[in-house]
Nanobody, 117 residues
């Protein structure tokens, strides 16, 4: 079993910064992909930023240049630094990791980010 522990959400004003952190615990012995998704009411979760191990870090167009995802993959940890936040960045942010040869997905419980105008 794999558990993801998330931290760092909150309420901020537009233009400010927040950092979200996520760490995986348990039997994820090889991380293939790790990163963050965002969901707002009535919409599907969409990828914000993900580290593809051995390849690249991918960002949603809406956050490219403002968000930076860093990772310590051996420690199963990623940090999402979100700069110049906009109200449209608000939502519930979920950490996701894809593990092992089966490429099984695991999700965190979600952390709320609210950006006021």
């Amino acid at each position: 079993q794999v558990q993801l522990v998330e931290s760092g959400g909150g309420l901020v004003q537009a233009g400010k910064s927040l950092t979200l952190s996520c760490r995986a615990f348990g039997s994820c012995f090889r991380i293939n992909v790790m990163g963050w998704f965002r969901q707002t009411p009535g919409t599907e979760r969409t990828s914000v930023a993900e580290i593809i191990v051995g390849d690249q870090t991918k960002y949603a167009d809406s956050v490219n240049g403002r968000f930076n995802l860093t990772g310590d993959i051996p420690k199963k940890t990623v940090h999402l630094l979100m700069d110049d936040l906009k109200p449209e960045d608000s939502g519930t942010y979920y950490c996701r990791v894809i593990c092992g040869s089966t490429w099984r997905h695991y999700w965190g419980q979600g952390t709320q980010v609210t950006v006021s105008p």
